[in-house]
């Protein structure tokens, strides 16, 4: 269990097994990851600090009670790594961002007590683009994220350091957020599986915010039961998140091996447009055929709306950006300018010397929308047509049960070639903003590889809290 290869292919239940069984201790495996860590990472930059007491004592927590003979929890020993915008106590939280080097939370987020409390050994927090903004894990003020998969491509973003931790076997599962594709795209251009939950669905309390009303926390894992069984354990009310839902939580992995037969699949033609890569749609069309074969029945459907979800995205999510980053001043924590002369000198240069490009770009916007003569042109505008876009998916799903799409229009990019041209890096997550817009789940699968080795994904797209049933589409497609 000391070799890369069999890191990368080890589930949760592998490694849960095998700590119960005594083939190994629970302080041994994170031992072992930690070397793997010092081995692939340097040239990955996935990890940005890493817990090795806090995880050594949680593991040795673990080994007693295999040693008692106390009955296991669902992740008892499982190596787990955590995006650096969930707060963790005892290790840094910067977002990916200059402006909160230095900072430590005084708590854990409930997404990283759920994981503890369920026996997981929380390894460290990984990298990410700059406040989860980003599309390729490339505005990170501590360098960016390389594919695991092919060392000149971009990991995707924001969650590039979750995807290609797991990618790179440094961890047997991670915590991402999606707050327009940050988990399904990157799941999807390192070839591993991807999780995008309803809103409400995993408490955000401990989240450092982009946009209050699109941000998720979610799991990125090898196989779809991994998936499953960690959104067991994360989801569910929380009192601490006036957000979070009440919605009764099912046994996520029950039906996962249930046939697909007869579910109605939707394939919405505005997915499959101008833009697409050709070897992308020859995987999904694969894919579609493997679901046919599986008894599931193929419909063509419309959501209408979709070539506005760009542009609404753009608007709204800057705009709560806006409001979200304004507490980041210089003066409460984090990083603060030196030699202002006055208090709002040391506001600016703060601001300027903290924030990277691309969040600086998106506040800029983002006021803008928000400012008097502009708010109902833009931000009012915006918010009738992310209605309008939440229609058109109740509409579907009143005749299909999940749709399926491409997650990304093209397997994972090259790193640089698409810094300099905003707007096409935009374009990258244009398969995925609608979800988190209308507020549905979604998940993205393995379900191809480029004729230059490059992985490409499927997204499974289902109702308001119906993540049982796009599991099991996933899981059959993981199947086929």
Known sequence: MTTAMTKTAMTID???????SGKTKATTLAESFYQTI??????INAWLSLSRERALQQAARVDAMVTRGDALPALAGVPIGIKDVLTMQGAPATAGSKILEGYQPPYDATAVARLESAGAVLLGKLNCDEFAMGSSNENSAYGPVHNPRALDRVPGGSSGGSAAAVAAGMAVATLGTDTG????????F?????MLPTYGRISRYGLIAF????????????????????????????????TSSPVPVPDYTADLNKPVKGLRVGVPREYFAEGLDAEVRAAIEKTLDQLRAAGCTLHNISLPHTQYAI????????AEASSNLARFDGVRYGYRAPQADSLNAMYRRTRDGGFGAEVKRRILLGTYVLSAGY???YYRKAQQVRMLLTRDYLQAFSEVDVLLTPTAPTPA????????????MYLADIYTVTANLAGICGISVPCGISKTGLPIGAQVLGRHFDEATILRVAQAIESA
């Open 14 to 20: 592998d490694a849960r097994q095998a700590i119960a």
């Open 38 to 43: 010092a081995a692939e990472d340097p040239k």
């Open 181 to 188: 594709g940050s988990i399904r795209q990157p799941a999807s």
């Open 190 to 194: 390192c070839g591993v599986v991807g």
């Open 211 to 242: 946009a209050s009303s699109l941000d998720r926390v979610g799991p990125f894992t090898h196989t779809v039961r991994d998936a499953a069984t960690l959104l067991g354990v994360l989801a569910g009310h929380d009192p601490m998140d006036a």
């Open 311 to 318: 542009p609404t995205y753009y608007v709204l999510a800057t």
């Open 375 to 377: 708010y109902d042109a």
């Open 413 to 424: 990019f090259r790193l640089g070639e698409k810094t300099d041209d905003p707007l096409a």
